[in-house]
């Protein structure tokens, strides 16, 4: 009978044992965190209806819950969103553009980052209308600045 | 130490002694094991002188700082949320049911571990006061009492966090024994609730207490309790073992100082043979590597088990608190039944006067009964050597007498538990149980 | 070493792969529990329904993983749609076994899924997440399911049932379209004026109980007489006392009415309707709807 085999035959059952309860303990750390990550979201939809289209004047009028300027001008209704791109506060309206509080970027009406620490242009969201009629906006999607939703013409 | 059996050199390698001066220098060299003793008996090690219940309470308590430390994450203390946050946790967080089950399950296990340290220690008498000079176990006797009723506390307190009608009722019930104190029972009910009536100031009130306040207390005098059992000379069984030492080797006792930490054991390796230090050097074990390696094994079944009954046992959520409606019936947790008990059967009428069982079996009795606990170590006139041991001969009586109210305080909890139907009126556990009133 | 020494040190290691192994035991059932939820298998289920009906290109659009519908206003959450995915989807499913089963268009134009969610009307459990639980056919749950079966226990449609729900909102003397057991029910209610007080409708010398909030009135405090027969419900109690008023409260003064069960039914449920609406003012319907 080899001792040899006798020693490395315990010295495996200890490290097997050693690496079960390791792993185990282990395990039980990596559940518990994993149950700090958020399974379900308590927040709005991306998609969200914003209520008649006739209700926003020509200019930019701000949603603060969507934190949005809806623009209405020639090329019909925008969303351009009032995240500034920098650090995500919320940006307010120069004379000519958007101008942010926190650390002072400019932007143009267009939404492109004129001057500040803003590395992007302001991102212009996605408009549609939904089959009752009112405007809904996609959060989720971004478009091109000169996607506009055109509206019909009132009264045609 | 020899390659021979287990040891946890894996996890401890680098300090892993190799010779017993080696053990004995790694306590004082590592932070980890400053705490330990450098020599401990052999019979102190055995399962059989103390079941190691206070490290496997502690252990328990340590499942439930990890648990608990999860939930704190998970949990809103608001009485609009607090309801829905446990209802997610229960379905939608991964884990989720299976870390409230395994908090839950650890502290009706750690009320039963703490419940049955305090009868080992009774019953070796492990509590007396006669011991080696500079021993006084009363002191740690009476913070281990201190420990028991934090332990009550902290179950009490986390019970009513998931804001449903057991949460509710029970605070309400609990308030309201607090309130039936003479003098200042009225005013110690409104400083539990914050307030008249049961509501969000009470919620985040016990909140504060079983996230906060209570483990605090409660770390703090774990500490201090294994402290004292340092400077008690270790467990009650070792002034056994110095004493059946020093009548094997028929020597006056050296100097008392020196033996009764074990520390002279480590130091007495030239002296005679037959001299106690040498037979207790033989009859004991490097602490640092024997307690550690218990410690870890006992760390390793409690988390398992724990976690296992955590996932057999899923934790329950009643109704939501609702204020208009009590529970029939609206019961304690098992180990309040006796007390819950207590307050039914003793509020009854003579002639005119009407004998109040919730001042009695709420405050009056539970209040004697840990008085006689803190009082027993001053009361017992056993001789020193009756500590250490399990039933000793010369503390018959006041073990029977012990038993007996422990035994009540059982009985009248299984009562309590399965003999108590609505309107807290008696029922057999095999009759069928009555039917709930559905809405529709 | 001694060998009392590899004594403790072996008991120790046998405890230690003991805990190890459990340790392991506990995490595989939980982990396997974690991977394969109750729910995990439905979705397999509704996407090979899709699949069959739709194409593959559809299946593939079936949303994975849990999904709830957040409402708000009221602090409700429905998570019916984990399972029931395909519940705004087209008239291709309208006839698909349940859960892929998509919802009757009509009532959903007024009460959109995703504004009004599932349990507001149908009652169940929102926040869970398996069957029995959701539907809430389980221990500490007081507002089940209202479908078929219960439904029929009372000898009625599921939809004239759950107008229960719908009068939760659409408190009303006034006829509500889509409800025409209670609009029966509301017809005949004027008679109890005689002597209770209703909801909304004023009696100065009432000499029977006021009625105006009898739907909170909670189950449990309702008395049945001894041998009592059935189930035991609110809805039950008031069904057998609209019909024999004094079977269900030896003493009633109360007329015995010339009542059908299902006109006793639709009555006991307006009855039971009567409670605070508690609903935000953007959610309290408008008057005749």
């Not at chain 1, 969303?79 to 143009?108: D, E, I, M, W």
Request: hydrophobic share 45%; proline share 6%.
């Amino acid at each position: 009978m080899s001792e040899e085999r006798e020693v490395s035959r315990r010295r495996f059952f200890r490290w097997g044992a050693t690496a079960a309860a390791v792993v185990g303990v282990m395990g039980h750390a990596a559940a518990w965190t994993r149950s700090l990550v958020a399974n379900v979201r308590y927040e709005p939809p991306k998609r969200r209806t914003l209520g008649a289209p006739d209700q926003f004047p020509k200019g930019r009028t701000f949603l603060s819950d969507e934190k949005l300027f809806i623009v209405r001008d020639k090329l019909g209704l925008r969303a351009l969103s009032a995240v500034c791109s920098h650090l995500g506060c919320t940006v307010g309206t120069s004379k000519a553009g958007y101008h942010c509080p926190c650390h002072g970027s400019r932007f143009a009406a267009d939404g492109a980052n004129l001057e500040g620490p803003a590395p992007r242009p302001l991102v212009w969201y996605a408009l549609s209308i939904a089959g009752s009629g009112a405007l809904i906006v996609d959060l989720g999607k971004e478009v091109a600045a000169d996607t506009a939703l055109e509206l019909p013409r009132r009264g045609s | 130490m020899s390659d021979d059996g287990w040891s946890p050199r894996a996890l401890w390698r680098g300090f892993f002694p190799e010779t017993p001066r080696e053990g004995a220098d790694a306590i004082v060299q590592n932070f980890l094991l400053h705490a330990l003793p450098v020599r401990i008996t052999r019979r102190a090690l055995s399962w059989l002188a103390s079941g190691w219940l206070g490290t496997i309470t502690l252990h328990i308590f340590l499942v439930l700082c990890l648990t608990g430390g999860v939930l704190l994450f998970l949990y809103v203390p608001s009485i609009e949320r607090a309801y829905a946050s446990v209802k997610d946790i229960e379905f939608v967080v991964s884990f989720g049911s299976w870390i409230r089950g395994t908090h839950r399950i650890s502290a009706h296990l750690m009320v039963a571990a703490v419940v049955l340290h305090l009868v080992r220690v009774f019953l070796t008498g492990a509590y007396k006061k006669e011991g080696a000079p500079g021993a006084f176990r009363p002191l740690n006797w009476w913070v281990g009492i201190m420990l028991m009723m934090l332990t009550f506390g902290l179950s009490f307190t986390g019970y009513l966090l998931p804001w449903d009608q057991l949460a509710y009722w029970a605070i309400t019930v609990g308030t309201q024994i607090a309130g039936s104190v003479p003098l200042i029972g009225e005013e110690l009910r409104q400083l539990m609730l914050g307030g008249d009536s049961v509501g969000q100031p009470a919620l985040l009130r016990f909140y504060v207490l079983h996230c906060f306040v209570l483990p605090a207390f409660m770390i703090y005098l774990i500490a201090y309790h294994m402290w004292r059992i340092r400077k008690d000379g270790g467990l009650a069984v070792t002034d056994r073992v110095v004493g059946d030492a020093r009548e094997t080797a028929r020597i006056a006792p050296p100097s008392p100082g020196k033996t009764y930490t074990l520390m002279g054991a480590t130091q007495g390796v030239s002296a005679q043979a037959s001299s106690p230090a040498s037979l207790l050097a033989r009859d004991s074990e490097a602490g640092g590597v024997s307690i550690v390696r218990r410690t870890i094994a006992i760390f390793l079944i409690v988390l398992a088990v724990c976690s296992l009954l955590g996932l057999l046992i899923p934790a329950q959520l009643e109704e939501p608190a609702n204020p208009a409606v009590t529970p029939n019936p609206a019961k304690a947790p098992w180990y309040f039944l006796w007390l819950q008990e207590l307050v039914s059967i003793l509020t009854f009428r003579v002639g005119d006067t009407l004998v109040d069982g919730t001042l009695l079996g709420g405050v009056v009795i539970p209040g004697i009964l840990i008085g006689l606990l803190a009082s027993w170590p001053l009361l017992d006139k056993s001789p020193a050597a009756a500590a250490g041991v399990w039933f000793h001969p010369s503390r018959k009586r006041q073990n029977r007498v012990f038993l007996f109210l422990l035994f009540t305080a059982l009985v009248l909890t299984v009562i309590g538990t399965f003999f108590r139907g609505a309107y807290w009126a008696w029922v057999w556990p095999w009759d069928t149980p009555h039917a709930h009133t559905r809405w529709i | 070493m001694s060998d009392a020494t590899s004594r403790f040190a072996r008991a120790d290691f046998r405890l230690v792969v003991a805990g190890g192994v459990l340790l392991l035991v506990a995490l595989v059932v939980a982990f396997v529990r974690e991977v394969d939820p109750p729910w995990s298998a439905v979705q397999d289920d509704v996407r090979a329904v899709v699949f069959e009906r739709m194409g593959a290109e559809k299946a593939a659009g079936v949303p994975e993983g849990l999904q709830q519908i957040w409402i708000e206003p009221l602090d409700r959450v429905d998570r019916c749609t984990t399972c029931h995915l395909t519940i705004e989807w087209s008239s291709e499913l309208a006839d698909a076994p349940h859960p892929a089963r998509s919802h009757p268009q009509g009532l959903l134009q007024a009460h959109p899924v995703q504004t009004f969610g599932c349990t507001l009307c149908h009652g169940g459990q929102g926040w869970a997440t398996s069957t029995a639980a959701a539907h809430g056919h389980v221990d500490f749950w007081e507002e089940p399911l209202l479908d078929r079966a219960l439904a029929k226990e009372y000898g009625l449609s599921r939809a004239n049932l759950m107008e229960l729900r719908c009068a939760y909102c659409h408190q009303t003397l006034e006829p509500v379209k889509g409800m025409p057991l209670l609009n029966a029910a509301k017809e005949r209610v004027f008679d109890c004026l005689d002597c209770h007080r209703l909801p909304g409708l004023e009696n100065e010398k009432p000499s029977a109980p006021d009625l105006t909030r009898e739907g909170e009135k909670h189950p449990s405090k309702y008395v049945f007489p001894p041998g009592f027969k059935g189930e035991r419900s609110a809805l039950r109690w008031h069904i057998e006392h609209l019909l024999d008023p004094k079977k269900m409260s030896p003493g009633s003064g109360m007329t015995k009415f010339d009542l059908t069960r299902k006109d006793a039914a639709g009555l006991a449920l307006l009855v039971m309707s009567w409670r605070r609406q508690g609903l935000p003012a953007a959610w309290t319907p408008k008057q005749g709807d």
